[in-house]
């Protein structure tokens, strides 16, 4: 219910937040009045996390205030925060298992009798609480084994049992199934019919239609719109979300040949009552590249390990020129003629304090001329990292250096640069270009370009769409774990992809 | 130019060299406390560890087996293996080598190359048990080797005090006969300890470091040491490189053994090592060093020097000889402060995987691409 | 040798005395594992508490100042090692071998310093503990033998056990601790004070380790010898871990390798090898993990599978 009060309860006015050079908030100000539900929306990267984490205390806006309530909010840390009547629901839960809901929910504020912890008034709190707000749950179930949906339940719970006015919900549909989204959204109704004030940052549009009262659109750290719903579309909200310029890119015709990589019916069913992967059938043929357009977090990153072996698929195939590679070992997929560039580059792409020469030629290593017998040959090992190095423009003094002495688009590079090298049938590029400069990213793409042009395949698993439309001969969307379009070069617009990478129909 | 790479060499050493001067502090209070004067003290054990000739050389055969048991550690430590079963490689491996090199069957030469192998295969062995206890068991090898350490100690005394005993002369000391000229190592230098042994760590430093540094499988070891996911992703079994370096530690940490019964005892003593902590000391080089095979070989020369050292004002000043492990116990302590000097947080991204015991796997960059 | 009642109330006695200092251990080495410290130092603080109560013995041959002084150093040296554990992040198993090599050494060389003795020291001047007064057992002899020769330390593991079981799943400040080990990040984030709990946790095991030296060195008899300890440390951080880190389970742990040590001793004038029985609670105890952590995998998959 909205209070039809003109006087916002919270306001956020002109915040920015700068991480070093990075602009993660510009200018951004927002209004939440009491009883509403206010949406936040944009891409990856597009500030919206950010400028929760100011809001809940988690950071400190680099400039910019926050009045709660007619008064200025300096806020210390989240404790400060729910002190002050802001709780958040997380995207990434804070729970411990073996415990129970309601020692998860009273954490921190535990009810005492003497000495004792009052384990059974406590319950009753959260009976009462459960059954108050509608939200069923056991008081004595342990988290351990909980489906996504009931962890969220506790997570709501913990918040109200704060007794906090506002709510702040962080991508909460992530990892629901679609009746629990439904829960979630009528949960979140009652909530403010009940007086309480919620936030939700999500991309997910067609759920902001259905439950939100207004919305802000963000986009490169900024806010580009402010909206009542009532007065909007989902495909509106969608052009503003991600409608943007295209450079088109000149790539030259290739008819393209066989197929490098075949998935079939790939199915991975991980921890949740989800899926991760939910029969995905996808194909790269030579010459080609292949864009995967989506959110990230709907399948892309176990799509990527189940490639190159490093999580197991429970059914379907994968396919290198018709040799299986599915739940084979990295080694064997690798010498089957993949190579990737990893997603996470500190984590996966690199060993930081290694030096750039042994970063370099991982994989490589193995084979001559840079190793015989086992025995590691360094003057070609100087000169392939020199030759890599120059090829990709890599910014460095010394090869000799700890790899951690470069920065990230020049990592990012070297990463590239490597796996380019393997010169293997299939390269997968997951987020080749995520967090690196114009100049390496227009490096990068060039040489995923080449590499089409010589006949290989690329796959290109990306969130960011202008990159997938610039370099993929063909697209599929991916959402939810499943694929749910698939279009070739030039016959479908921006604002289609952006409407099924977040959930909407397809219209084509 | 010249400046910031002479910073660049040095920079590694400033930790190490921080935490000695700290606890060269340390020691001095303690010394202080026995009513001497720090200053004659540390002159007086620099004089007894690398004075002259003599205390050189002892200086140098107490150093034997702490480089070789600090390599052992380092190959070890490098790739992410922490162990701490130097001690009982380095009793089975000279009780084995003593065992064999008497009562083996044969000529000399022959006597001799099997006692060496034996001595690498029974601490390669014990190393391995532990290498797949925490393989299949996830016990974490700290637990393990230290147990077999005790228990090493424990089974070879038996062993010796009941079937190996040298029961000639009157002294009824656990200890096995004399091993013969014949399969002795040679001294070095006439008139002084220093023995073949010595030139044999030598060699294995050069080994150490060319395994590390030349080799396929010296590089995935120590990938897997600096992240082990990266090594993951490149293909490299972590499994094979667990086993393999365990096996390699254990079995060079044997080779002490055979070195001080072969080079020093000309016998194998019950307890010698251990009162000794020649794999305490060793571990604690490798420490200190950074796992550097060259650093090792330094390190433990240092450390050594501070036993004789202490040694040698022990005999002259009222200053205990465990002077010397107070300053070592301080070292280690003050190295393990994350001290960052200049460069960022050191590569230990969290180990992951059915191999490990250690904590859950952390996303080492956030969704901008930015390290966290 | 005799299999009678009589020789099986001397081995229970035995075992009551050889469990205590290591159930002592155990229960600080049961905290740390709750909050995720791996603390391999308590070698050496269970050796510095048996020191320190020796030094205080034969200078005031006051017991209260024995056991107080006894705390105050193990605390202290936990309290470092706490600190450069949590703090410096030092990694956990290179902070505890350096205080064990240090306090090794250290209580040697002050040995020598103030008492001028290598090796082990003794002297007319100690006070021992006084045993617990079972005369009123007297109409059962066998059970005089069962509970003789116990002083109020042995009956205060006990009891400490039952107390810190009361703590860990009663309490506040108990369960919050139980957090910090299960999701670290989880709580700090929820806004307690991780880092300060786990030092806490490692002076208080501190604490404990130096109850239990106290107990060597003042219990059975009164003296301090080089290396008291002999490896009691590391065989009660196995015992914490076989006991699952919970206080009662611990008791039972630490009875077993008390068992063990204590037929060790007995073993020792028979034709059975005496280091071999010697060996005995040190391969026992990877016998016992290994079983644990295969018991503990089967259970995982069955509940994986159901």
Known sequence: ?508 | MADRRIRRLLAPLAQPALAIAFALAVGAMAILVTGENPLTVYAAMLKGAFGNKYYLLTTLTRATPIIICGLGAAIAWSSNYMGIGGEGQMIVGGFTTAVVALYAPGPLWFRLVLSIVMALLAGGLLSLLSAWLLDKFKMSLAISTLMFNYTAQYVTMHFVANVFQDTTGDAKLTQTLRIEEGLQFPRLFDGYSLHLGFLIAVGLVVATWFLLNRTTFGYESRMSGFNINFCDYGGISSRKVMYGMLLLSGAISALAGTSEVLGVQYRYVHNNYVSASYAWVGLNAALISGYNPIGVFLTSIILAGIQTGGAAIARSTTVPLEISSIIQGCITLFISARIVLGSRRRSSVAVKGPLSTAAPVVDSADEKGRPR | MNFDANYLAVVFNSTIRMTTPILYVALGSALCNRVFIFNIGLEGMMLVGGFAAIVANFYTGSLVLSVFFAMVASMFVAWVAGVFMVKFKGAMLVVGVSINVLISGATTFLMQIIFGSKGAFVSTKLVSLPKIDVSFMRAVPIMQTMFGSLTYLDLFALVLAIILHIFLFKTVAGFRMRSVGINKPAAESLGIHADRIQILTVVFSGLVSGLGGVLLTMGGVTMFAQNITAGRGFIAMAAGTLGGAHPLGVIASSAFFGFAQSMANMLQNTSVSSQLTMALPYASTVLALALYNYVQNRRILRSATK
């Open chain 1, 1 to 508: 219910m909205l209070k039809v009060d003109n006087a916002p309860m919270l306001t956020m006015e002109h915040i920015v937040k700068l991480y070093d050079q990075l602009v993660a908030n510009d200018d951004v100000s927002i209004a939440l009045h009491e009883g509403e539900i206010l949406a936040i929306i944009g891409e990856n990267g597009a500030g919206k996390t950010t400028l929760m984490k100011i809001l809940y205390g988690m950071e400190q806006p680099t400039s910019g205030t926050m009045h709660l309530k007619g008064k200025q909010l300096y806020l210390k840390n989240a404790a400060h925060a729910i002190a002050c009547g802001i709780g958040m629901v997380q995207q990434h839960f804070m729970l411990f298992d073996p415990f129970t809901v309601t020692e998860n929910v009273v954490y921190g504020k535990e009810p005492v009798n003497g000495l004792y912890f009052d384990i059974k008034r406590a319950a009753s709190i959260i009976r009462e609480l459960s059954t108050r707000f509608e939200l069923p749950l056991d008081p004595y179930a342990r988290i351990q084994g909980m489906p996504v949906g009931l962890r969220q339940r506790v997570e709501i719970l913990k918040v109200l049992y704060q007794n906090t006015d506002i709510i702040i919900f962080d991508e909460p549909t992530a990892v629901l199934t679609p009746q629990e989204v439904h829960e979630l959204l009528r949960t979140m109704k009652r909530l403010a019919a009940a007086g309480k004030s919620i936030i939700i940052i999500t991309h997910k549009l067609n759920e902001v239609m259905e439950v939100a009262d207004r919305a802000i659109v963000m986009r490169a750290g900024r806010h580009v719109a402010d909206v009542d719903i009532k007065d909007t579309t989902i495909e509106e909200l969608s052009y503003m979300m991600v409608g943007r310029h295209l450079v088109k890119k000149e790539m030259p015709k290739i008819n393209p040949g066989d197929d490098i990589l075949r998935i079939d019916d790939m199915y991975v069913q991980g921890t949740g009552v989800v899926p991760l992967i939910n029969r995905l059938s996808i194909h790269v043929d030579a010459g080609e590249i292949v864009g995967i357009a989506g959110v990230s977090g709907n399948g892309q990153s176990e799509l990527e390990r189940c490639i190159l072996g490093l999580q197991r698929i429970d059914s379907g195939s994968i396919r290198i020129k018709g040799v299986e590679i599915g739940n084979h070992s990295v080694a064997e997929v690798r010498d089957a003629g993949v190579s990737m560039i990893p997603e996470d580059r500190y984590f996966w792409g690199s060993a930081s304090a290694a030096s750039i020469m042994e970063t370099a030629i991982m994989t490589h290593y193995r084979r001559s001329p840079l190793s015989v017998n086992g025995i590691l040959n360094m003057k070609n090992i100087r000169k392939f990292t020199t030759n890599l190095v120059r090829a990709f423009s890599v910014k460095t003094d010394d090869i000799r250096l700890k790899t951690s002495s470069l920065s990230g688009g020049n990592a990012q590079k070297l990463i590239a640069a490597r796996e380019i090298a393997h010169a293997t049938p299939l390269l997968v590029a997951c987020e080749p270009t995520r967090g690196v400069d114009i100049g390496a990213m227009e490096y990068i793409h060039d040489r995923l370009v080449e590499k089409r042009t010589n006949g290989d395949a690329v796959l290109l698993i990306s969130s960011e769409l202008s990159e997938i439309m610039e370099l993929s001969d063909r697209i599929y969307v991916m959402y939810g774990g499943e694929i749910n379009g698939e279009f070739m070069r030039g016959c479908v617009k921006e604002e289609e992809l952006g409407l099924l990478m977040v959930g909407g129909a397809n219209h084509g």
